[in-house]
T-cell receptor
Framework: AQSVTQLDSQVPVFEEAPVELRCNYSSSVSVYLFWYVQYPNQGLQLLLKYLSGSTLVESINGFEAEFNKSQTSFHLRKPSVHISDTAEYFCAVSEPGNKLVFGAGTILRVKS | GAGVSQSPSNKVTEKGKDVELRCDPISGHTALYWYRQSLGQGLEFLIYFQGNSAPDKSGLPSDRFSAERTGGSVSTLTIQRTQQEDSAVYLC??????????????FGPGTRLTVL
């Protein structure tokens, strides 16, 4: 069975600073990997995904994640965060049938 | 177009009562998922419906939980004899399952269940 570990429950960071949210997964088969974001009082939104091909994937709002098969990681990065990036971020892996296995989540708090 | 909708948005109930949570998927989406988001347990898969196939119930935590999907569209998650540990946000997602091996899941806003 797959599992996902998000190493940090909370990450405080100042505005315009870089950030990395860490995610490691375990799986015995090839996987699809995802980052979802949940803004305060809102539903889950897909931020970016890795299905195949280039190991570096990007979102429209400046986040990127790199699939590293040897380290079984899919860390999320942004070179310069904004106050509006404050949210909870979930890393996930899909199982057959596309049901998602989520990590525990990382709360990103951007401070001015 | 309309996204996934869920009702009610909030539900407060007493321990031992039964509750029904509703999910309206995006029109045309053939797959429907229920997840639960609770403190201490994070986001957990509960059940998955795909077309006319038998549902994948492998995530249901006990036999007090059941779900049905009528006409391949609306789904109802039923929790019988609710317990305090059932308090959580219940999320529904739907996706269109086509020829691709991956189909994005779109999530509803959730139903926050509080069991007193």
């Amino acid at each position: 069975a797959q599992s996902v570990t998000q190493l940090d429950s909370q990450v405080p960071v100042f505005e315009e600073a870089p950030v990395e949210l860490r995610c490691n997964y375990s799986s015995s088969v090839s996987v699809y990997l995802f980052w979802y974001v949940q803004y305060p009082n809102q539903g889950l939104q897909l931020l970016l995904k890795y299905l195949s091909g280039s190991t570096l994937v990007e979102s429209i709002n400046g986040f990127e994640a790199e699939f590293n098969k040897s380290q079984t990681s899919f860390h999320l990065r942004k070179p310069s965060v904004h106050i509006s990036d404050t949210a909870e971020y979930f890393c996930a892996v899909s199982e057959p049938g596309n049901k998602l296995v989520f990590g525990a989540g990382t709360i990103l708090r951007v401070k001015s | 177009g309309a996204g996934v909708s869920q009702s009610p948005s909030n539900k407060v109930t007493e321990k031992g009562k039964d509750v029904e949570l509703r999910c309206d998927p995006i029109s045309g989406h053939t797959a429907l998922y229920w997840y639960r988001q609770s403190l201490g347990q994070g986001l957990e898969f509960l059940i998955y419906f795909q077309g006319n196939s038998a549902p994948d119930k492998s995530g249901l935590p006990s036999d007090r939980f059941s779900a049905e999907r009528t006409g391949g569209s609306v789904s109802t998650l039923t929790i019988q004899r609710t317990q305090q540990e059932d308090s959580a946000v219940y999320l529904c997602a739907s996706s269109y399952v086509g020829g691709a091996s991956y189909n994005e899941q779109f999530f509803g806003p959730g139903t926050r269940l509080t069991v007193l």
